[in-house]
């Protein structure tokens, strides 16, 4: 049972590495973060 969680969490981290962009990922930068809140923010301003 041991074997089949240390597995499985193993399985997991590699398919979230896959699917993240792997070694090809690069980050967002916080600026463009910044600017995505202050545009939500003010849509819902608006509302």
Excluded at 5 to 14: K, R, T
Excluded at 28 to 46: L, T
Aim: charged letters at 20%; zero cysteines; glycine letters at 8%.
């Amino acid at each position: 049972m041991n074997k089949y969680i240390l597995l499985s969490f193993a399985f997991m981290g590699v398919a979230f590495y896959e699917m993240s962009g792997g070694a090809h990922f690069v980050p967002r930068k916080a600026e463009i973060i910044a600017a995505g809140r202050a545009a939500e923010a003010a849509a819902e301003a608006e509302r």
